[in-house]
T-cell receptor
């Protein structure tokens, strides 16, 4: 059991809507990363937060944004949803570098 | 851009046999590699890692081999069990990058 939890587990939205996904980090972990995993593909890095500050970003448009809170939990927000945003969104927390990341079970988002 | 890829999308092995999953990476500056196992409905789970200054690393029933000359990584699973059935990803980290770069994955099917 990794201790990283995500909510909701599944979500259905329509094109143009906005969505917020949540992640609760494992106790003691101050770094959280978000990944998008399309069906049949490997996870793609969206961004990382370290102590409430963005600490790296992948090739995703600005409509993908995030927050990290003082208790190190995190949110991923996606505006103006597109059909291609349908994917599994993974959160991973670590006490430091990405080498020690622990992944949550993910939130499966379907955009219709 | 730089990417990590896999040779075989699906590998089928009999229970008790050894499995070998391969991965080719393109970024010669990558200095840290991780193998992950992802079961259905779960996030990726760390299996074993290796740094670029090593050629081989062994864990419990698993061995990772790194050939920097041809930029090739492999995961060997000894005495494959039904519980090993999953999708396996290799991932790389380059320098001080805050992200993991994943390949597309190989599905391992264990037959009885």
């Amino acid at each position: 059991e990794t201790g990283v939890t995500q909510s909701p587990t599944h979500l259905i939205k329509t094109r143009g809507q906005q969505v917020t996904l949540r992640c609760s980090s494992q106790s003691g972990h101050n770094t959280v990363s978000w990944y998008q995993q399309a069906l049949g593909q490997g996870p793609q890095f969206i961004f990382q937060y370290y102590r409430e500050e963005e600490n790296g970003r992948g090739n995703f448009p600005p409509r993908f944004s995030g927050l990290q809170f003082p208790n190190y939990s995190s949110e991923l927000n996606v505006n103006a949803l597109e059909l291609d945003d349908s994917a599994l969104y993974l959160c991973a927390s670590s006490p430091g570098g990405v080498e020690t990341q622990y992944f949550g079970p993910g939130t499966r988002l379907l955009v219709l | 851009g730089e990417s990590v890829g896999l040779h075989l999308p699906t590998l089928s092995v009999q229970e008790g046999d050894n499995s070998i999953i391969n991965c080719a990476y393109s970024n010669s500056a990558s200095d840290y590699f991780i193998w992950y196992k992802q079961e259905s409905g779960k996030g990726p789970q760390f299996i074993i890692d290796i740094r670029s200054n090593m050629d081989k690393r062994q864990g419990q029933r698993v061995t990772v081999l790194l050939n920097k000359t041809v930029k090739h990584l492999s995961l060997q699973i000894a005495a494959t069990q039904p519980g090993d059935s999953a999708v396996y990803f290799c991932a790389e980290i380059t320098g001080t990058a805050s992200k993991l770069t994943f390949g597309t994955g190989t599905r391992l099917q264990v037959t009885l």
